[in-house]
């Protein structure tokens, strides 16, 4: 069990790894030095799950303006950017008179459309409605049942549901979140502190409550953790649980078949292929026996669905003043995919050490996203745990990062018409936005690529960082004790 980097030898101090946390240093005390203390109950881990805590809790004070306007106001939802799906489906999906999502019954599909997403989602909404419904004391089902939409909408009863289940689901968003931040810890038990990135990520606090995405993330976190541990069954395990909440968890058995390919190790790929897809099955089964049609919606929608909000293909279309047909899109979009995956793989086969699964499966979800005809802002949460294991860097993951936050405000900015020309036009500062946000992220695939191909470079597999290895770092001052951690804190 050798983790993705080696858990061998002692662990890394973040102050003389990182030169951007170094260079923070000094306002707590500096560099730790040779003899740093141990504290006794703060250990990394649960440094980490503090972060991740007061990172998730501001990303619900942010979405506050909306929650106390009952998210009611079309505008303010765009002016102060706390859009979330969340309490808008509540209603629209039939989840407050508590229908099964997947039921085909004739009376419940003529009120309500078959939720769009895929099966793991509509569970944890399912159940999460009928934690709503226990706390409020079961509100009377018969008489919403004789109500329109419209009137449930305008229901104050109702709407303050809405807002419990937002608030219900963001408390099991936030249990994903730590749940995800203590896996990265273990992936590589030499760099607990890796995880820091993930809980004070700009991207957790601000589109962790969009929508469902954080179901997912903790299976891939978990995933990485896995296969870090050499558990092949439970990675497969992760991967097929994480494709029922969405469908790029399911990448990371390409970088599994470059990796244990490379290693020989066939077995291994096969339990976690098998393992994955009885979990994914077993998983869907409850929906599709219920009623296939409506377990069949999240793919037909998909595969009908026309470029939308953050793809390039939105872009073009607008710039080129037409509209491309979903089977033109889906061809392209695949082929270009299926191209990048070839390249993924080929530089996992010949790269001079065997890559990282971390470093593959981001490769694979960039190109992805990147040629999806949909790239919603909280789809950078799909990234982020793939992304502080690829290349632990606060420098490379604030320059990633500071592209997407730009995005996510100029998404909300177009959509409220907010920064419109004045005399009418194309939305540039939007294609502008998305233009900067693919560039952030092929600037960091970029350096997980020279990372693959030379190693030396990989501050996981170094021992000492390139920046430090010229210097007499980390530097002291004679008599000076630095506070910090132990040997293996930071």
Request: glycine residues 10%.
């Amino acid at each position: 069990m050798t983790g993705e980097g080696g858990d061998r030898g002692p662990a890394v101090r973040p102050t003389a790894d990182d030169p951007f946390v170094a260079a923070l240093s000094p306002g707590i005390g500096g560099p730790a030095g040779e003899h740093v203390g141990r504290h006794p109950w703060w250990t990394p881990v649960r440094v980490i799950l503090v972060l991740t805590a007061i990172c998730f809790s501001l990303g619900m004070v942010q979405k506050a303006p909306c929650y106390d306007a009952q998210w009611t106001n079309s505008q303010s939802r765009y002016s102060e950017m706390c859009y979330s799906d969340l309490p808008y489906l509540y209603v629209g999906r039939g989840f407050a008179e508590l229908d099964w999502p997947y039921s085909n019954s004739i009376q419940v599909r003529d009120r309500y459309d078959v939720m769009e997403y895929p099966v793991g989602i509509s569970y944890y909404a399912y159940a999460t409605a009928y934690v709503t419904h226990w706390l409020k004391g079961s509100p009377d089902l018969a008489a919403r049942g004789a109500m329109s939409q419209g009137q449930l909408y305008a229901d104050h009863e109702v709407v303050r549901e809405s807002m419990l289940f937002t608030a219900v689901s963001s408390v099991g968003f936030g249990i994903c979140a730590l749940l995800a931040a203590w896996a990265l810890t273990g992936v590589n038990r030499r760099r607990p502190w890796d995880a820091a990135l993930f809980a004070l990520s700009p991207v957790l606090l601000f589109e962790g409550l969009i929508n469902w995405d954080l179901l997912a993330v903790a299976c891939v976190a978990g995933a990485l953790w896995a296969q870090a541990r050499d558990r092949p069954g439970l990675t497969g395990l992760l991967i097929g649980l994480g494709t029922a909440f969405k469908l790029y968890p399911l990448f990371l058995l390409g970088g599994l078949l470059v990796i244990w390919g490379r290693e020989r190790r066939w077995r291994d790929l096969a339990v976690a292929t098998g393992t994955g897809a009885v979990t994914w099955a077993l998983v869907n089964a409850p929906a599709y026996l219920s009623g296939h049609h409506e377990w069949s919606v999240f793919w037909t929608y998909n595969k009908h669905r026309g470029a939308d909000l953050g793809s390039g293909w939105l872009v073009l279309q607008q710039m080129a003043g037409t509209t491309f047909s979903s089977p033109t899109i889906n061809l392209a979009s695949w082929i270009i995919f299926g191209v990048w995956c070839v390249g993924v793989a080929a530089l996992g086969v010949w790269a001079p050490q065997t890559p990282r699964l971390a470093q593959l499966g981001f490769l694979v979800v960039v190109g992805f996203l990147l040629v999806n005809k949909v790239y919603s802002p909280q789809y950078a949460l799909w990234l982020l745990p793939l992304a502080v294991m690829a290349r632990p860097r606060w420098r490379d993951q604030l320059i990633w990062q500071a592209g997407e936050i730009y995005y996510f405000a100029s998404v909300w900015w177009y959509l409220g018409t907010y920064l419109n020309p004045g005399g009418g036009g194309d939305p540039g500062f939007y294609w502008l936005a998305v233009g900067i946000r693919m560039a952030a992220q092929l600037y960091l695939a970029v350096i997980v690529v020279r990372d693959i191909l030379m190693p030396e470079y990989d501050v996981v597999r170094t021992r000492r960082p390139a920046w430090a290895r010229h210097s007499f770092w980390p530097p002291t001052e004679p008599g000076r004790l630095t506070l910090g951690r132990a040997p293996g804190g930071g």
